[in-house]
């Protein structure tokens, strides 16, 4: 059994940057696939990005080039560096954990943090 924690959200202007983190307990957190959601008010729970075990990389469109995934095994930490933020970007940002999968859908992940808030006001 795992444990996810986020810290990291809060109140930021239009063009402002976050850094998310998402720490994970158990004694495994090199072997997992790592990703990222957010689920706006009145919306479904949706895929950020995601970072595997190996390495490898999944940005949704609406971030590439603005979010940046990464992990540090040794911390038990992945973290999320948000640029450009935009108004659209507001949301619970939610951390996952796979055991298995390295995928964008939700269904994949075994294990779920409770959750930070971003707001970003234009």
């Known amino acids: 059994q795992a444990q996810l924690v986020e810290s990291g959200g809060g109140l930021v202007q239009a063009g402002d940057s976050l850094s998310l983190s998402c720490t994970v307990s158990?004694?495994?957190?090199?072997?997992?696939?790592m990703g990222w959601f957010r689920q706006a008010p009145g919306r479904e729970r949706e895929f950020v990005s995601a970072?595997?075990?190996?390495?490898?990389?999944y940005y949704t469109d609406a971030v590439k080039g603005r979010f940046t995934i990464s992990r540090d095994n040794a911390k038990k930490t992945v973290y999320l560096q948000m640029n450009s933020l935009k108004p659209e970007d507001t949301a619970i940002y939610y951390c996952?954990?796979?055991?298995?999968?390295?995928?964008?859908?939700?269904?994949?992940?075994?294990?779920w943090g409770q959750g930070t808030q971003v707001t970003v006001s234009s």
């Open positions: 996952a954990a796979s055991l298995t999968r390295f995928t964008i859908m939700t269904g994949g992940y075994d294990y």
């Open positions: 970072i595997s075990w190996s390495g490898d990389i």
């Open positions: 158990g004694r495994t957190f090199s072997t997992y696939n």
